[in-house]
C-alpha cells in the first residue's frame, strides 16, 4: 500500500506520546525532559487513516437498552491471580497490554496461558522470537499444547489477515514494539507506529469479540516508543514490576475498564516458568531465627489485599566524607525525611551514619504504613537491639513526629494476626474495631512514644 501524499516529520514524545511540530527539551504535555523524538509523518492519507475507517457497514447508533449485555463475558485463564487482576477473568473483545522491562517475564507468562487452558485456541504471534525458539520455551515451561498456533510475522496488516481468517479465542501479539504497519512511514518501535498497531488490534479485538493481549517494553532510556504511549488505547494495562536478579515478579493492575486498579499479583519465577504465589506474606516476612537487629516488619496494603513484608535497616558509622543514604524499594527522599524526624523530633543524631534501607522480596512500597516501621528497623540498627519477631507495625509519620493513621487498619490486623503476629503497633487515632484474638493492638501517639515502647529497657 504505497502513501499518497507529501511526507513530513513531526517531534513525538516517547514518553506520553505527545506530539509537537518542532523539537522540545521538556515534553509540554508530560513534563519529562529529552524524550522527543523526530519521525516521519504521512500527510494526505493522514497517519493510516485507511485503516481507521471500519469495515462494518452495519454500524449505527443503537439505544442503550438494546444493547446486548454479553460484553460481560469473561475467559478464566486458569491462573486465579491474573484473573483477580483483570477483574474475574479476560472480557472478550478486550485489549490487554502487559508491560516491563525486558527479560521480567511477559512471553513466559503470555505462552502460560495457552499451555494451561488446552480448550481455548490460541494464536501467539511472535515478532521477536522464532517459531523454534518458542517451542523450547514451550517444552521448559512444561507442555506443547495443539491448541497453540504459533505466528512469527511482524506485519500488523498480515497479522490481522491471518486472525480474521483463523479466529482463534484469544490473539497474543509479542511485541508491539516489533510490529509495523504498512499504512505508515518509519521503522517498528517508534511513537506513531506502536499507536497504529495497538489502534489495529483494538478494531479487531472490537470487530470481532476476541480477547487480544499485548506485550510492550518498557525502556528506562526510554529510546523506544513505552507502553505509556498505548495507556489511553488499550483497556487493561497490567505491568510487571520486580528485579530482574530476584526471584519474585510483581504483575500490577495500572488501569483496567472492567475491574478495579491498584490490584497486584506475585509470582515466582522458576525453572519451569513462572509460578503464583497466592499468600505473597508468607515469603515476605522473616526467614531467620529470632535476634537480628535492624528488622523491623511492616502490615502494608498493596492495593486491596494485606501483606507483611520485611523491612531491613543497616546503620552504620559514616567512614569519612558525606554519609550514604540508600534505600532498595523505598523512597530515598522519604528516608531523609524520616531520618530528619528523628534527628529532630526524637533527638537521634543520625548525621554521621550511614542509613541502608531493604524491602524484602525485592518489591518497590509505596504506601506509607511502612514508615513506622523504616524508623523502627533504622532504630533497631542503631542501638543493636533486636525487634522481637512477632511484631509488626502499620502506621505513617508526619513531619512534627507524630504517627498517623492509615487505611484500612483493621484488615492490616487481621491479616498480621492470621500470620501469627502478637503485637502490632498502630496510630492512636486509627479507627480499629475489636481486634482479633491472640493479638494486641498498640496504639502510639508519636515517634518518642514507639521508642520508648519498643526499646524501654
Ligand atoms: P521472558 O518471558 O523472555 O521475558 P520478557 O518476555 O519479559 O522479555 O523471561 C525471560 C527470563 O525468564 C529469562 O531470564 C529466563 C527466565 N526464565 C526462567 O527462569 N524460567 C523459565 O521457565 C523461563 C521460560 C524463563
Ligand atoms: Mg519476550
Not at 516488619?297 to 513484608?309: C, E, K, Q, Y
Request: hydrophobic share 40%; net charge negative; proline share 4%.
Amino acid at each position: 500500500m504505497a502513501v499518497t501524499g507529501k511526507i513530513k516529520t513531526a517531534w513525538f514524545c516517547t514518553e506520553c506520546g505527545n506530539e509537537a511540530p518542532k523539537w522540545m527539551g521538556q515534553c509540554p504535555a508530560c513534563g519529562a525532559w529529552n524524550t522527543m523524538v523526530e519521525e516521519k509523518v504521512a500527510t494526505g492519507g493522514s497517519k493510516g487513516n485507511e485503516s481507521h475507517k471500519s469495515s462494518r457497514s452495519d454500524n449505527a447508533p443503537v439505544k442503550l437498552s438494546e444493547v446486548s449485555s454479553n460484553d460481560k463475558e469473561r475467559i478464566s485463564l486458569n491462573l486465579p491471580e491474573v484473573d483477580r487482576l483483570l477483574g474475574g477473568g479476560l472480557v472478550k473483545g478486550s485489549l490487554v497490554l502487559i508491560g516491563g522491562e525486558p527479560g521480567i517475564g511477559k512471553s513466559t507468562l503470555s505462552l502460560q496461558i495457552p499451555l494451561l487452558n488446552p480448550e481455548l485456541n490460541v494464536l501467539y504471534v511472535t515478532g521477536e522470537e522464532s517459531v523454534g525458539q518458542v517451542k523450547m520455551r514451550a517444552a521448559r515451561i512444561g507442555g506443547v499444547q495443539d491448541n497453540c498456533l504459533i505466528y512469527s510475522e511482524t506485519q500488523m496488516e498480515d497479522i490481522i489477515r491471518e486472525a480474521k481468517r483463523i479466529s482463534p479465542d484469544l490473539l497474543i501479539v509479542d511485541s508491539v514494539q516489533t510490529m509495523f504497519s504498512e499504512s505508515l512511514e518509519g521503522s517498528p518501535g517508534t511513537v506513531s507506529q506502536v499507536r497504529e498497531c495497538a489502534a489495529s488490534l483494538l478494531r479487531y479485538a472490537k470487530d470481532t469479540d476476541t480477547p487480544v493481549i499485548l506485550i510492550g517494553h518498557i525502556t528506562k532510556e526510554g529510546s523506544i516508543a513505552g507502553p505509556k504511549v498505548l495507556e489511553h488505547i488499550v483497556d487493561v494495562v497490567l505491568q510487571f514490576e520486580g528485579e530482574n536478579r530476584g526471584a519474585y515478579r510483581l504483575l500490577r493492575g495500572i488501569k483496567n475498564r472492567f475491574g478495579s486498579t491498584s490490584e497486584l499479583a506475585v509470582f515466582e519465577m522458576t525453572g519451569t516458568g513462572l509460578r503464583e504465589i497466592t499468600n505473597p506474606s508468607e515469603l515476605l516476612i522473616p526467614m531467620h531465627e529470632e535476634g537480628l537487629s535492624g528488622v523491623a516488619v511492616a502490615a502494608m496494603l498493596d492495593g486491596t489485599r494485606p501483606f507483611l513484608i520485611e523491612v531491613q535497616a543497616l546503620v552504620s558509622s559514616a567512614a569519612y566524607g558525606t554519609p550514604q543514604r540508600s534505600a532498595t524499594g523505598f523512597d530515598g527522599r522519604r528516608l531523609n525525611m524520616l531520618l530528619a524526624v528523628l534527628e529532630r523530633r526524637a533527638g537521634f543524631k543520625l548525621g554521621q551514619k550511614d542509613v541502608f534501607i531493604n524491602m524484602a522480596g525485592g518489591l518497590k512500597v509505596t504506601d506509607p504504613a511502612c514508615d513506622m516501621s523504616v524508623i523502627a528497623a533504622v532504630l533497631s540498627s542503631t542501638f543493636d537491639m533486636a525487634i522481637s519477631s512477632d511484631i509488626c507495625f502499620a502506621g505513617e509519620v508526619g513531619l512534627s513526629g507524630e504517627i498517623r493513621p492509615v487505611s484500612q487498619t483493621d484488615r492490616r490486623v487481621s491479616e498480621a494476626a492470621r500470620l501469627g503476629f502478637r503485637k502490632i503497633y498502630v496510630s492512636k487515632f486509627a479507627a480499629t474495631g475489636d481486634a482479633p484474638k491472640g493479638i494486641d493492638v498498640v496504639k502510639v501517639a508519636d515517634v518518642p512514644e514507639l521508642v520508648r515502647q519498643l526499646f524501654k529497657n
